[in-house]
């Protein structure tokens, strides 16, 4: 069994469960204790659910304050993240000018997009290389470079957002929550962020199922300012938001 199918059958038993321990977990994905304690310190570090004595609990809201690494969380739900990004590419139009938000689900994106006659702004360096490999016109904002998250931030990034208008723009976000609309643990990131959604014609949110009723340090829109693309049902958010189901 791969390591992300697990991952997501342990989310699963968690949703139902709200609690979990290493044993039950064992008996019922048939894996090694040091497999299911390994997955559940995966997990954990990525904030999607917390580690306790014996096991893991998911409560309903989880509290993410650390940023994981562009490393932690491109091991977590890999495959609804390539199947709500290969939805999200197929929105990009010949002559759009489009936003790409630094991030893993935003990443995927690059294996999908064929559209190459539309201009692409980013704050992800890596994101910018791959664009220009496929022949398309990248502006790279300026700024300074965090490293853990490979995004570009700071003021030079939000001066240089404010002169753009954007026809989309795609974004990652660490949790979606009904209180606290999109959030993102880094101040500075949430900052641009903020500033690239005010400048979208149309702000769309890649959230694997695992973002919701997640919430971090820092708010950076609100639900009612972005579009959602999710891979599974989310009714109890479909009366306050826009979402699209890929």
Same mark, same amino acid.
């Given at each position: 069994?791969?390591?992300?199918?697990?991952?997501?059958?342990?989310?699963?038993?968690?949703?139902?469960?709200?609690?979990?321990?290493?044993?039950?977990?064992?008996?019922?994905?048939?894996?090694?204790?040091?497999?299911?304690?390994?997955?559940?310190?995966?997990?954990?570090?990525?904030?999607?659910?917390?580690?306790?004595?014996?096991?893991?609990?998911?409560?309903?809201?989880?509290?993410?304050?650390?940023?994981?690494?562009?490393?932690?969380?491109?091991?977590?739900?890999?495959?609804?993240?390539?199947?709500?990004?290969?939805?999200?590419?197929?929105?990009?139009?010949?002559?759009?000018?489009?936003?790409?938000?630094? *991030? +893993?689900?935003?990443?995927?994106? =690059?294996?999908?997009?064929?559209? &190459?006659?539309?201009? $692409?702004? %980013? @704050?992800? #360096?890596?994101?910018?290389?791959?664009?220009?490999?496929?022949?398309?016109?990248?502006?790279?904002?300026?700024?300074?470079?965090?490293?853990?998250?490979?995004?570009?931030? *700071? +003021?030079?990034?939000?001066?240089? =957002?404010?002169?753009?208008?954007? &026809?989309?723009?795609? $974004?990652? %976000? @660490?949790? #979606?929550?009904?209180?606290?609309?999109?959030?993102?643990?880094?101040?500075?990131?949430?900052?641009?962020?903020?500033?690239?959604?005010?400048?979208?014609?149309?702000?769309?949110?890649?959230?694997?199922?695992?973002?919701?009723?997640?919430?971090?340090?820092?708010?950076?829109?609100?639900?009612?300012?972005?579009?959602?693309?999710?891979?599974?049902?989310?009714?109890?958010?479909?009366?306050?938001?826009?979402?699209?189901?890929?």
């Amino acid at each position: 069994m791969l390591s992300e199918q697990r991952h997501k059958m342990i989310l699963d038993i968690l949703r139902e469960k709200r609690g979990v321990t290493v044993t039950e977990l064992t008996n019922l994905l048939d894996i090694s204790e040091s497999t299911a304690r390994r997955d559940i310190v995966i997990l954990d570090k990525a904030g999607r659910l917390v580690k306790v004595f014996g096991g893991a609990v998911l409560p309903d809201h989880t509290y993410q304050m650390a940023e994981p690494t562009v490393m932690q969380k491109s091991e977590v739900n890999r495959e609804e993240k390539r199947k709500i990004a290969k939805y999200a590419a197929s929105l990009i139009q010949p002559q759009d000018f489009i936003y790409l938000d630094a *991030g +893993t689900t935003t990443g995927y994106m =690059l294996d999908f997009i064929e559209e &190459t006659n539309a201009t $692409f702004v %980013t @704050n992800a #360096v890596a994101h910018a290389q791959k664009l220009a490999a496929k022949g398309a016109h990248v502006l790279l904002t300026g700024g300074t470079l965090k490293n853990s998250t490979e995004a570009v931030v *700071g +003021t030079m990034a939000v001066l240089t =957002l404010k002169d753009y208008h954007f &026809t989309k723009g795609f $974004f990652g %976000t @660490n949790g #979606v929550s009904r209180a606290a609309g999109f959030t993102t643990p880094d101040a500075n990131e949430a900052l641009v962020k903020k500033t690239a959604v005010e400048q979208c014609m149309k702000a769309y949110m890649l959230c694997d199922n695992s973002k919701f009723n997640v919430v971090s340090a820092v708010t950076f829109t609100s639900l009612a300012s972005g579009i959602i693309l999710t891979d599974k049902k989310q009714e109890e958010f479909e009366e306050i938001a826009e979402i699209i189901y890929t």
